[in-house]
């Protein structure tokens, strides 16, 4: 898109660069046709912030892939722990 040009949200002027830094980041959308958010919104919390995490490793620009692995790791994990939790209360 031409970064000159504009579109408005929210009564603000956004250069159309900046609109798709926040609705559209390549970090999340570089794989054609499909865009992260459109898999994780039918995920939990958990599983949904683990794929994220997954799915930008190495295209989000200054981000250590290992950390992102991590925070998907930590995601994950919680799920485990509140899936285990699920189990203790129906016995």
């Known amino acids: 898109m031409n970064s000159n ?3 408005t949200r929210s009564r603000k002027i956004w250069k159309m660069n900046d609109y798709e830094k926040v609705y559209h980041p390549t970090h999340y959308n570089w794989i054609p046709g499909v865009e ?6 039918w ?3 958990n ?3 683990a794929v994220k995490y997954i799915w930008r490793v190495g295209n989000k620009p200054n981000e250590d892939p290992e950390i992102e692995l991590r925070k998907a790791i930590f995601y994950l994990e919680r799920e485990i722990s509140r899936l285990q939790q699920e189990d203790m209360k129906d016995e």
């Not at 992260?36 to 919104?41: L, P, R, S």
């Open 43 to 45: 995920m939990s919390f």
């Open 5 to 7: 040009r504009y579109q």
């Open 36 to 41: 992260c958010i459109d898999i994780i919104e």
């Open 47 to 49: 599983l949904g912030n």
